[in-house]
Structures are given as C-alpha cells and as structure tokens.
C-alpha cells in the first residue's frame, strides 16, 4: 500500500528545515557564494525523482553537474568536523566549570599533618581537601592542584612527594581570577621555585650511610684534616653522631658534635638526596634543624666495602636549594670508612644460645654473629644498647672478665664486665661505670667485683632441669617477689569486695535483714559442728594411716578456703620441692586456678653455702630467683626475687643509684628497683617419708586436737 501525498510533502518539507538549520548554524551562504540545493523538479543542478518500492516512494537525486556535487560533499564534510571540534570544546570547558565549582577534590590521606616550611612563621597543615596557606583544593590532575583560598585567588600548586616525610611543590605566581587548571599550570616556568616541606614529628628512618667513618670537612675556608673528625652509628640505625674536630691551621672551623636524626632519603638523577634533623647546642628551632644533604660514592665496590668514600654536601638552611651536586653546599665532607680493627670476643657458652633475657623480664641480651655485637633490647623492640669486645683482661671456663666498648643513644665509652656461666642456660653479668678511657674502665673507681649488683639472665626456651634441695618444708610467708605480692593483694582486695558485695543485699525491712543474717550464722554454726564431729570421729576410730586422715582434713580446708581465696600466708603452710614433679616447686593451699607460687626449675648453683635456683612462674613464665640460705638446725631463710639475693650487695640492690651498666637489667644509669620477699621454712623430710610427715601434721594441728580433747572431755562430764 502507497503512503499518501500528503506525507510524502510533509516529509519532504523536514529535510528542507534540516538543510536550512545546518546552513545557518555552520556556514553563510553569501561567504561561500554556493546556491543552496532545491527540493523542487526544476532545479538545473539537482532533480529529485519520486521512485517507487515495496516500502512506498523515495526522493532520490540526480546530478546534472558533477562538479557542483562535489563542492556540496566538501563542504558537508567541512561542515561535520567543524561541528565536532565545537562539542569537543564546548564540553572541555563544562568539564573545567564542574571542576571548579565541585568540592569533592582533597589531598592524599598520607599527607595529612603538620609540615614545616622554611620562611613560613606558622606551621603549614594539610587535612582533607584544605592546604592551610594556599587554600581549598577545587579541581585535580595527577600531581597538580587547583587552589582557591577566601580572597577568590586562584592557583596551580604542583606537589612532589619525594617521602612520606617531604613534600616539594611548585606554584603559578599572582592571583588570578577564574580560570582552569590547565591554564594556570601552564603559567608555570619551568626554572620556578621549588619549595620544600618537612613533617613535624616525623616517623624516622634507617640511616643510609651506617658503620663508622673518619672524615674531612671544608666550610669555605679550607679542608680541615688534621686532626680528622668521626662519625659513629648510635644505637638506633636512624641516627648518626658526627664529632666535628677543630684545625688550627683553618679558619671557621671548631669542636662540636653534632646527632643527625634521618627523616628521609631518595634519589633523584644520579644525586642521592637525604633529609634530617640536626641537633647540637646552636640548633634551637626547625630553622636550625632541618637539613638537606646531597651525597654520592667516589669510590668503593658495594656497600658495606672496606675502602668506601663518599663526598657529601650539606644545604645551609631549612631547604634543599642550590644541592645539585655533592661538590657544593655549606658544608662539604669528605668520609671514608673507617678501618676495620681487630676486636675480642665474648665467650662461646655466652654466644651459644644468641638469645637472652633479664628475669624482671625488661631486656633481652641478644648476640650478632654478623659483628660480634651485644645487643640489649627493650620487649617493645628499641634497642637500648650495643657493645663490643674490645679487651679480655682474664678468662676462665665458667668466668670471664672484659672491657667492652658500649654506646648507649648517642653515648659511647669503654666499661668493665664479669660474665659467669651458672648453668647450661643460665648466666650472670657484674657491669662497671662507663669511662672515657679503655685502660680506665676495670679501675677500683669504675668497677668493684665486691659491691657491682648481678643482672641474672636466663635463655630463651631453657629446658627445665631436676630441682636441688629435693623434700617438703613448712613455710611461713610468700615465695613470689613483691611486685607479684601487690598484684595477688589487689586480686584479692578485689575478690573480696565482690563476695561482700555478694553478701550485701538490700531488706525492705530490719525483719527481712536480721532474719538473713540469723540464717547466716546458722549454717555457719552447723558447718562447724560438721568439721568437729569428723576431727573426733578421726579420734575415736584411729586409722593405720593417720598421716593420710590428715591429709584429707587438710585438703577440705584447702579446698574450702581456695572458694573462698582467704589463704592466710601468715600462716604455716606446705613448700614441695621436687616431690609431685621433680622439676616443680609448688606451696599449698593456694587459690584456685592460681599459680604464683608454682614454679619449674630450669638452672641452680651453690655460692658461699647459699643454694641459687632459677625458676619460672608457671603461668606467667616470668623469671624469679629462689636463694636457699641454712640458717640452724632445721631452720632455712628462702628469698625469692626478680635478682639473686647476696648479703654484700643489699645496698645496691635495694635502689641504690649506679651509673654503669649498658643494659636493661635494672643498672642503666638511675635507681635500681628490685622485688625480694623473704619467708621462714622449717625442714621437715624428704618427699614421701611418712613418719615425719606424721609429726608435722600433729605440730600444726595440736590447737584442732587439744580443741577435741576439751569438747570430749566437757561431754563425758555432763553425762
């Protein structure tokens, strides 16, 4: 079926609006001088035909003059890529305009802080999409930024994150009204500024250069060689300490030391860039702080190489202006590694384990056989100290005296040690007072054997081991330091008051509350009665173990007391030493689920008649010293303590203020604390001797058996 005339005109009439609007959008007719093309049958360029299909009529052109058709094809051609580069742009600029009017643009998370900036007077923060002395971040590209601060200014700020730690950006200069992003960045010159940035209170970093050098340096007015100056690892491996010596013959020059703390280092080019803070007696803000260094390798294949030297320039403020070569700066240094010298070295049994640590559990002593050094490091990981051997004055098999080169921070100097093997996994070390000198340090002055406090150390993971003084004792007391005393006392204070609390409840009425509390003192009253009648049934009826009663009657009231926790350690209670397991040492009655004094034995030895045991506390695994000191007769005193109690070191270990010491062992330069209980045993036999055992339970028990004999006797009597 033919479509209609009257839709073929209608149809017709669209592709003349078309054609019309086209025109007038893109081109002028008069300025191409082209006579438009007609739809109508009588144009001499073009005629349109109505032919006819299957889907109705088609309007279908025949050209008269070709070239007039190609001139047309042209200028539709002309006409669509003129119109695509107008969407083109037209869209970029909408693109800039949503930019700038957004507010979803911020700085990278890691940048968030407070920096420094030389020339600035207040501290520059970075937070979410805010640089605090440019402004707010409105539209972003990568690693440039276009900022608008309340006056309406706008710039481009391209940032450079050099570290985590160092920030370097580059601005467009003047304020500037509206524009885009790339405008401004494009305003940039490429010899610009660079400015640079330093976070406060930064996370430092390992050092670069590590080990020891000698070095030269020159500050303009010459190299000052002679005497030559140092630098020496500290006990961090952030920091570095350089002591500056004096040359007389050269001006500008002086004796100072100097720390460097590294903040960050990278490389840029063939220059290695590093930044720190520089602490001495002139630096009193950033300004005199921070520093940027610029260094290369002249010399030496490999890190770690023997004969390595490295030229080293240092920027004269707080910025890193001017270094583009190790050959200029403010200051120039000149280091070489320093030769490596033929040291001692610390006994075998000592180096065999690698790993040890203070029974007050607040240092490891840890060996590296890499160079032969001591570690002495904090349970948190910070390494409090390092030594080396340097000198071995005399030298046993179980003993060994040595002076060691000890640097604790920054702080170096030579001190006199004793090293004592105890046992397999147990060792002791006596530690002088620093000195300056290494042929000062084992003077009477820095270190006397007679009054220096022990540090006891036990090895990581030590076997546990057959424990002496093998029997079980009445005791009276506590055999847990006194730092776990206070702890057990507030348990205890704790559980207390919640069984107080138990028992307090509230009455509506003094009836209600007397009637409680009556029916308290019954059952309290009946559980006496209890207890009476089984002491004298045990009386009445003799058993041929009478041992073995006991030690029921005994274990009732151990459990009785353990729901409770009300142990009285005033009181005679048990001490077993090796007699459930050889290797345990444990005291009864005790709480329940409480094992502070429970103890495996792992180590022990005899000194001037005293009897040394090293043990752990079973469940804490906490280190402790039992000394088992025969006093008369049968008649012991027991110390158990985070060290080993001597009567000749009293004073120094009861806080007396030493000086030496390198290490975390309580002798590190300030008051030493320990935790000592002493408690009063009596030796009553061997494990598993009957006869013996008998006495004590009667000895302990005579008030429970005189208190039985009274009531039988009171009982017969009213009879």
């Known amino acids: 079926m033919f479509k209609q005339p009257r839709e073929i005109q209608r149809k017709v009439e669209r592709i003349k609006l078309l054609n019309i609007s086209l025109k007038s959008f893109i081109f002028s ?115 440039k930024f276009l900022l608008v601060n309340e006056k309406g200014c706008h710039r481009c700020v391209v940032i450079y994150q050099k570290h985590i730690n160092i920030l370097q950006y580059k601005e467009s200069m003047g304020c500037k009204g509206r524009e885009t992003l790339h405008y401004l960045c494009e305003q940039i010159p490429g010899d610009a500024l660079l400015y640079s940035m330093f976070k406060i209170n930064p996370e430092p970093i390992k050092c670069p250069l590590s080990g020891s050098f000698t070095f030269t340096y020159n500050r303009g007015h010459g190299e000052c060689k002679n005497p030559v100056s140092k630098m020496d690892m500290c006990t961090e491996d952030s920091r570095l300490l350089l002591n500056f010596q004096a040359c007389p013959d050269v001006s500008g020059t002086e004796s100072t030391v100097e720390e460097l703390t590294c903040l960050a280092w990278w ?179 820095n270190f006397d054997v007679h009054r220096t406090p022990f540090v006891t150390l036990l090895a990581n993971n030590p076997e546990t081991q057959i424990c002496p003084m093998e029997g079980y004792y009445s005791i009276k007391g506590f055999l847990i330091p006194s730092s776990s005393i206070s702890r057990h006392k507030r348990n205890h204070n704790n559980k207390s008051r919640m069984h107080r609390h138990r028992e307090v409840v509230s009455f509506r009425n003094q009836e209600n509350a007397d009637s409680y509390y009556y029916s308290m003192e019954k059952r309290k009253a009946f559980s006496r009665m209890r207890r009476t009648a089984a002491v ?129 062992g309580g002798n590190s330069g300030g008051v030493t604390t320990t935790h000592k209980t002493m408690s009063n045993v009596t030796v009553i036999g061997k494990c598993g001797d009957t006869s013996t055992s008998i006495t004590l339970h009667y000895r302990n028990n005579s008030w429970m058996i005189l208190t039985v004999l009274t009531i039988v006797l009171f009982n017969s009597i009213l009879r």
């Not at 643009?105 to 640089?131: D, N």
């Open 29 to 143: 007719r008069d300025y191409y001088n082209i006579p438009t093309p007609s739809f109508s049958s009588t144009s001499s360029s073009w005629s349109w035909l109505l032919s006819s299909s299957k889907q109705g009529y088609h309007l279908i052109s025949t050209p008269h003059n070709i070239s007039r058709s190609k001139t047309l094809l042209y200028r539709l051609i002309v006409q669509t890529f003129l119109a695509l580069f107008l969407v083109t742009k037209c869209c970029d600029a909408a693109k800039q305009d949503a930019l700038q009017s957004s507010t979803g643009c911020a700085f990278p998370k890691r940048w968030e802080g407070r920096w420094f900036q030389s020339g600035v007077q207040q501290e520059i923060t970075i937070e979410g999409s805010t640089l605090s002395t440019r402004g707010r971040c409105i539209a972003s590209e990568g690693d």
């Open 267 to 445: 490389k840029d080019g063939n220059s290695r860039y590093l930044v720190g803070l520089v602490s001495h007696y002139h630096a009193t803000s950033n300004e005199d702080r921070f520093r940027c260094f610029v260094y290369e390798k002249i010399s030496g294949s490999g890190a770690a190489n023997a004969d390595a030297e490295y030229k080293l320039a240092q920027s004269g403020d707080a910025t890193c202006n001017g270094l583009e070569s190790a050959e200029v700066g403010s200051r120039i240094m000149t280091l070489k590694r320093a030769p490596i010298t033929e040291r001692c070295d610390f006994p075998a049994w000592f180096k065999g384990p690698r790993h040890w640590h203070a029974l007050m559990g607040n240092a490891n002593y840890i060996f590296h056989p890499s160079d032969g050094s001591l570690h002495i490091v904090k349970p948190s990981g910070y390494m409090e100290a390092r030594a080396l051997c340097e000198q071995i004055n005399k030298q046993t098999t179980t003993e060994m005296m040595a002076v060691v080169h000890h640097t604790t921070g920054c702080t170096s100097g030579y001190m006199c040690v004793m090293f004592y093997r105890r046992d397999t996994h147990v060792a002791e070390l006596q530690m002088g007072t620093p000195a300056a000198r290494l042929e000062d340090a084992c003077t009477t002055e």
């Open 536 to 664: 004298a049934q045990v009386l009445q009826q003799p058993s041929d173990n009478v041992t073995q009663d006991f030690y029921n009657l005994e274990s009732t009231r151990a459990r009785r007391e353990t729901m409770g926790c009300n142990i009285n350690h005033n009181t005679n209670r048990r001490l077993y030493i090796g007699c459930n397991e050889n290797t345990v040492i444990e005291v009864k009655p005790k709480c329940k689920n409480d094992e502070e004094e429970t103890y495996t034995c792992h180590g022990h030895w005899q000194e001037n008649q005293t009897t040394f045991i090293i043990a752990k506390h079973l469940s804490s695994q906490h280190g402790v010293c039992i000394s088992y000191v025969p006093i008369e007769g049968n008649q012991v005193q027991v110390y158990a303590g985070d060290t080993c109690h001597r009567p000749g070191m009293l004073q120094a270990e009861a806080g007396a203020t030493t000086t030496g010491g390198f290490g975390g």
